[in-house]
């Protein structure tokens, strides 16, 4: 049976090819490999990339897919994770990196539309988070999964990519240090 033309998504040309620009620049952000040297690449005095609310936003989303249930794992908050994101998305092309302050925003709706929770994603147990995560990388829409996978790409190179979190790994460090380095 379909449905009565009155009660069809309409929806225009233009529309439907943001949703594909949307979709393909998450989809080259979920096939993200960076280097730490790709993040410290770009410049340490460039304006953020992230707004305050989007950071938080990010932090809560980077502190539930990273969470290894180690004692001794480093907490987010105590890394440079979100600033090593925050650099390599601003020295990203803005093709590829526009859709993740929306994306961000969706996640911290999500709830509210997907879970039938009445709280934002930050409001809600790490638990609770979990699910709705495991909501977005299992959905039956390619976009929501793609975002899933672009998020996750992002925080693992950022948690990953700090010193303090190698020897959970047992990763020594690089052999040869950049000049001035450590």
Known sequence: MTDPPS??????????????????????????????????????????FFDARATAIL????????????PGAPPVRSTRAIESIDRLCGGLDPALTDPLPLALQLVEWGPYVFDWKLARFTELAPADQDASLDGWRTSRFATRRLAFYALRNLALFGYWSQDATWPLIGYGGPLLRPEGGA
Request: aromatic share 2%; glycine share 12%.
């Open 7 to 48: 009660t069809v998504l309409r929806t225009s040309r233009r529309g439907f090819l943001g949703l594909a620009g949307a979709s393909a620049s998450l989809a080259a952000l979920a096939r993200l490999r960076p280097t730490a040297a790709s993040a410290a690449a770009t410049g340490a005095g460039a304006a953020p």
């Open 59 to 70: 932090t809560a989303i980077v502190e539930r897919m990273v969470d290894t249930g180690e």
